[in-house]
């Protein structure tokens, strides 16, 4: 079954280092986007990429990186820049145009806790 | 500025009662809408959409929603909860953006199921 593959599920971080979550999609979508969920605050967009080599910052970029090396791989790097990392990740993939676009498939997560 | 709100921030309803979740949005032409849920440390799931036609609108699990210009709102409806209807649920509005697709999220409604 096509579906988004979200690793590691937890993860922890000193302060400091980086981290980087994977996400993997096989469902032959252009587009990709990365989500931080808090608590009471709904999604967030991080980062999004509507095809290979290119992506876009959202409305809370900094303090994090991301790639588009192949169509299905759009890895998060959380930076040591990134001052409150503690959160729920959720990536997600739509295909890139037309109505359908703004129907995501999402990912299970991976929540990163900072020790 | 495009908004969605859910004023409830919580709601708890008896297994078998009906169910209506409030979705308000802001948008300055008739937007696309959908509702989401999520289970507890996992990946949002699509409920239903609106992108035009008839205003009422079926998805799966027994959900509907209804779309009202008048009022801007997009409220879920189900006639009978069962249990393993507990989950956070999500209003989100699509709007079309600087060339991109990206969704606005509300901050959820948290629904508990007493038996």
């Given at each position: 079954d096509g579906g988004i593959t979200q690793s590691p599920k937890y993860l922890f971080r000193k302060e400091g280092q980086n981290v980087t979550l994977s996400c993997e999609q096989n469902?032959?979508?252009?587009a990709m986007y990365w989500y931080r969920q808090d608590p009471g605050q709904g999604l967030r967009l991080i980062y999004y990429s509507q095809i290979v080599n290119d992506f876009q910052k959202g409305d809370i970029a900094e303090g994090y990186s991301v790639s588009r090396e192949k169509k299905e791989s759009f890895p998060l790097t959380v930076t040591?820049?990134?001052?409150?990392?503690t959160a729920f990740y959720l990536c997600a993939s739509s295909i890139d145009?037309?109505?359908?676009?703004?129907v995501l498939t999402f990912g299970a997560g991976s929540r990163l806790t900072v020790l | 500025a495009q908004s969605v709100t859910q004023p409830d921030i919580h709601i708890t309803v008896s297994e078998g009662a009906s169910l209506e979740l409030r979705c308000n949005y802001s948008y300055g032409a008739t937007p696309y809408l959908f509702w989401y849920v999520q289970s507890p440390g996992q990946g949002l799931q699509l409920l239903l959409k609106y992108?035009?036609?008839?205003t009422l609108v079926q998805g799966i699990k027994g959900f509907e929603a209804e779309f009202k210009r008048s009022q801007s709102s997009f409220n879920l409806r189900k006639p009978s909860v069962h249990w393993s209807d507990a989950a956070e649920y999500f209003c989100a509005v699509g709007p079309f953006s600087g060339g991109y697709n990206k969704l606005i999220f509300g901050a959820g409604t948290r629904l508990a199921v007493h038996p």
């Amino acid at each position: 079954d096509g579906g988004i593959t979200q690793s590691p599920k937890y993860l922890f971080r000193k302060e400091g280092q980086n981290v980087t979550l994977s996400c993997e999609q096989n469902l032959n979508h252009d587009a990709m986007y990365w989500y931080r969920q808090d608590p009471g605050q709904g999604l967030r967009l991080i980062y999004y990429s509507q095809i290979v080599n290119d992506f876009q910052k959202g409305d809370i970029a900094e303090g994090y990186s991301v790639s588009r090396e192949k169509k299905e791989s759009f890895p998060l790097t959380v930076t040591s820049a990134q001052k409150n990392p503690t959160a729920f990740y959720l990536c997600a993939s739509s295909i890139d145009i037309g109505p359908g676009a703004n129907v995501l498939t999402f990912g299970a997560g991976s929540r990163l806790t900072v020790l | 500025a495009q908004s969605v709100t859910q004023p409830d921030i919580h709601i708890t309803v008896s297994e078998g009662a009906s169910l209506e979740l409030r979705c308000n949005y802001s948008y300055g032409a008739t937007p696309y809408l959908f509702w989401y849920v999520q289970s507890p440390g996992q990946g949002l799931q699509l409920l239903l959409k609106y992108f035009s036609g008839d205003t009422l609108v079926q998805g799966i699990k027994g959900f509907e929603a209804e779309f009202k210009r008048s009022q801007s709102s997009f409220n879920l409806r189900k006639p009978s909860v069962h249990w393993s209807d507990a989950a956070e649920y999500f209003c989100a509005v699509g709007p079309f953006s600087g060339g991109y697709n990206k969704l606005i999220f509300g901050a959820g409604t948290r629904l508990a199921v007493h038996p």
